[in-house]
T-cell receptor
């Protein structure tokens, strides 16, 4: 069974810092990996989708990488801002397309 | 991006009553939708897969008679929590996929008193 782990569970940084969030998964037979943002009491907002054939995706200050063979992905946030404070979740979907497996999330706090 | 709308965003109900949550795909058709439950400070737990025109597929440990799912059209799935109890209080989120990219509703905070 696929297991997804996110480290660290929580992170507090001063505004302006660059940071990296980590995601690992046990079964490398994934179809894609998706990073989400969740604000308190809200649903999930998709940030980046990386297909298994891709190595990275970029959107604005966000860059996500994928190393499928080692079962790892990182989300890099450049020049962090207080508005980036949220919980970040990674999820993988297998080749059967029928189920997402979520990590437990990293709660980020960017201090002004 | 694609939009999935979930309603209501919050609901408070008395113990023993039933609550219906709606999940709609607004600008695309979804033959399959997914229902998740999220406990405080924890990640999403898949409850069931809702299939248009057929029975839902429930994950192990999820009571079918407790959490009724109906997917009557290509844009609407409903989750009904029957005879709700305080332990059913949680955050429920639905999702739908376009290809393998997931789009989520805003979530429903259910409080059973």
């Amino acid at each position: 069974k696929q297991e997804v782990t996110q480290i660290p569970a929580a992170l507090s940084v001063p505004e302006g810092e660059n940071l990296v969030l980590n995601c690992s998964f046990t079964d490398s037979a994934i179809y894609n990996l998706q990073w989400f943002r969740q604000d308190p009491g809200k649903g999930l907002t998709s940030l980046l989708l990386i297909q298994s054939s891709q190595r990275e995706q970029t959107s604005g200050r966000l860059n996500a990488s994928l190393d499928k063979s080692s079962g790892r992905s990182t989300l890099y946030i450049a020049a962090s801002q207080p508005g980036d404070s949220a919980t970040y979740l990674c999820a993988v979907i297998g080749s059967n397309f029928n189920k997402f497996y979520f990590g437990s999330g990293t709660k980020l706090n960017v201090k002004p | 991006g694609a939009v999935v709308s979930q309603h209501p965003s919050r609901v408070i109900c008395k113990s023993g009553t039933s609550v219906k949550i709606e999940c709609r795909s607004l600008d695309f058709q979804a033959t399959t939708m997914f229902w998740y439950r999220q406990f405080p400070k924890q990640s999403l737990m898949l409850m069931a897969t809702s299939n248009e025109g057929s029975k839902a597929t429930y994950e192990q440990g999820v009571e079918k008679d407790k959490f009724l799912i109906n997917h009557a059209s290509l844009t609407l799935s409903t989750l009904t929590v029957t005879s709700a109890h305080p332990e059913d209080s949680s955050f429920y989120i639905c999702s739908a996929h376009i290809s393998t990219e997931a789009f989520f509703g805003q979530g429903t905070r259910l409080t059973v008193v």
